[in-house]
Structure formats: C-alpha cells, structure tokens
C-alpha cells in the first residue's frame, strides 16, 4: 500500500515551453502534498506544500507564477514549469501526506527528470 | 532554521564491514527523523523512522539512534553488501509536516 506515481518519469523539452508533472497517491487519499527538487549531488529541496482544494505554499524563493501547482483532488496533484530554461533542469520529486495516529508519514513519488535544452 | 549536515560525503568500505553514517542537525525542535535510501535517478525508500520522544529503531541490519540534545542522529549498517550501495540521506520534521534533508552519504559496498 501507500503507493504514489509521478508521469512521466523523464521530460525534455525545448527552452521556453510549459512542462506539466502529475503526482497520484494510488492507494490512499494524501491530506498534503509536496513537491521537491534535486539537482545532481544534492539533496532535495521543499518548494512548495499544497492541500486539496486550497493555494499551494511556496518556500521562499521558489517563484510561484513559474512553477504552478494545482491540487485538484485528494489523489492527484501537479506541477506545471512554465516558459522552462536550462537552469530549471533538475530530478523533480513529489510526496504525499497522510495523517497518522501519531504522526504524518509522507511517502514518496519515484520523481521526474526534466532536461531543458 | 533547521540546518541538517551529513557526514561522510562519500563511503567506500569492502563488503562484510559494518559502518556508521552521521546526521547533525541545529534546530533540536523537531517531530522525528528519518533515514532513506536513494538509488540513482530513484525516488526516496524510507528506511527507519524516529520519534523525537525515542532513541533508537532497528530494523533488520540497520539501526538508527537519536539524541535532540547534541543534534544527532546516527545510521549504523551491519554486515554491509554490494546491494546497499545508495545515497542515504537524513531529513528531520518540523512543524507543517515539512522536511528539511541533509545531502546525504554516497555509500558503495565493494564485492
């Protein structure tokens, strides 16, 4: 149980173009969730945290006009990077929230890779 | 705000050696911790999970420990094998459900 997918798992795209990522919670309804970024030899990064129905919050200096985050339903959430450029290429991660008994577990997408040439 | 620090960077050890990876951390307000395992170009598989209230979780050749007051955290591997060459990384909660990642230990485990 407790599966989430992302599609698709490997994107490029010309410079200037809109790319769209979908994260699904399979199994589960997710109260929250939360989109990632890793560029290489890093670690991952929060960008933004979005609940069903509501605005996402973005974590500053993740610009919120160019990487839209629509939350449409308790199982799909998407990230949408807008006129894309090269330094947006990263390995884009999402994970969804369920609240526990005594705590949140988040349980991770197998991420997306973006190349912007 | 939270800093988390990973050290080593990197780690070779010949397969059968147990190891320990270190996690430190600035801001001793948190949830619980937690280990993963990621494997190239992968997403996250969540290893150990601590409370702020406990000290230690094991599972299997793994075990993590906890101590708030000095701001860390430990993953000890035992018997160590080629299949457990990954990155492992560290990320604590705090408030909001949020999780803030070290940049994790690169592990290879020759044959």
């Known amino acids: 149980g407790a599966v989430v997918s992302q599609h698709p798992s490997r994107v490029i795209c010309k410079s200037g173009t809109s790319v769209k990522i979908e994260c699904r919670s399979l199994?589960?309804?997710?109260?929250?969730m939360f989109w990632y970024r890793q560029f290489p030899k890093q670690s991952l990064m929060l960008m933004a945290t979005?609940?069903?129905?509501?605005?996402?919050?973005?974590e500053q200096g993740v610009e919120k006009d160019k990487f839209l985050i629509n939350h449409a339903s308790l199982t799909l959430s998407t990230l949408t990077v807008t006129s894309a450029h090269p330094e947006d290429s990263s390995f884009y991660i999402c994970?969804?929230?369920?609240?526990?008994?005594?705590?949140?577990?988040?349980?991770f997408g197998p991420g997306t890779r973006l190349t912007v040439l | 705000k939270q800093e988390v620090t990973q050290i080593p960077a990197a780690l070779s050890v010949p397969e059968g050696e147990n190891l320990v990876l270190n996690c430190s951390f600035t801001?001793?307000?948190?949830?619980?911790l937690q280990w993963f395992r990621q494997d190239p170009g992968k997403g996250l598989t969540s290893l150990l999970l601590?409370?702020?209230?406990?000290r230690e979780q094991t599972s299997g050749r793994l075990n993590a420990s906890l101590d708030k007051s000095s701001g860390r955290s430990t993953l000890y591997i035992a018997a160590s094998q080629p299949g457990d060459s990954a990155t492992y990384l560290c990320?604590?909660?705090?408030?909001?459900?949020?999780?803030?990642f070290g940049e994790g230990t690169q592990l290879t485990v020759n044959p």
């Open positions: 994970s969804a929230g369920t609240r526990g008994l005594t705590t949140d577990t988040q349980y």
């Open positions: 199994d589960f309804q997710a109260t929250t």
């Open positions: 979005s609940n069903e129905g509501s605005k996402a919050t973005y």
């Open positions: 801001d001793s307000a948190i949830y619980n």
């Open positions: 601590i409370q702020s209230s406990q």
């Open positions: 990320a604590l909660e705090t408030s909001g459900s949020r999780l803030t």
